[in-house]
């Protein structure tokens, strides 16, 4: 009878000691599933897919990889909207209430929905891809962002590609522009080519749409009355530029554009801003404030720290344009 009670409890005290070992296993291994949460997690809403914003999000990752970030410290949760605004606002509202470390926001729409999703919340928000962030909203400053919020901006060196388009076309007099009517960012750059453009001797005429499947009937029209097409940062018009394009060079007019993403299709240069260094920026802002506890309200946006001049020689010879030889100097040339 002793025997039979001393079993069970000898079996209890086993049992005890097993679990207290496992204990102390989970302890001292912090790689183990018991440790998973101590990872960050960071939203990532991208307004839209094509290859500059998709450069802004590899960017990004690659910096955070760079700085100690990736995947086995940190949870990417990585949505797209497909160009729709309300399906930015779900996002971001569903990152919200995950409890998201941190929200990187691809693009103006993208951009404004995280902020109203945060407004009454602590969750930081880093945007990227939004040519005037005052302007759309998000900041109250870009020195001093205030709030939550805080990024890069992807304004292009509009003047820089005004001289280019001179250089190569000096005999050209007007620039047709698209843009989207429903994001500020185009109507911005159009209202700031148009300023500039006097001073180099170009007129501006450009067209607004509300669909990308406008954008061919609204290049073919404008191509009657241009010299040449300067396609912007705009998320609808880049995502037509193969469109843009075929309308233009039906005509034997060129197509220049803000960033090189798109060369492929068929423009004939850019003095192109990187949004892969600017996802690198994005990504030390990131770092900075989950890391080094920076507030977002106290880092200023920044912008593009450099161009590169991108050439598609083949399209020049196509077109029967000669390129200057300064320009071919400093020029990478671009090759399909």
Known sequence: MKNRKIMPLILAFSMCLAGLSGCSQDAANPNNDSGSDDKLTIGIV???EHPALDSAREGFLAKLKELGYDETKVDFQIKYAQGEASTDDLIAKQFVSDKVDLIYAIATP???SA????MDTEVPVIFNAVTDAVEAGIVQSNEQPGGNVTGVSDAAPLEAQIKLIREMLPEAKTIGMLYNLGEVNGKIQVDQVKAMAPDYGFE???????????????AEQLSGDVDCFY???DNMVVNATASVVDKANAKNLPVFAAEDGQMAQGLLASDSISYYSLGEQAGQMAYDILINGKAPADIPVETAKDT???LNQKVAETLGIEVPEDLLKRASLFEE
């Open 46 to 48: 991208q307004h839209q």
């Open 110 to 112: 993208a951009a404004q």
């Open 115 to 118: 902020y109203n999703a945060t």
């Open 204 to 218: 501006v005429k450009e067209l607004g749409v509300s669909a990308t499947t406008e954008i061919p009937t609204a």
């Open 231 to 233: 396609n912007i940062t």
């Open 308 to 310: 590169t001049l991108i």
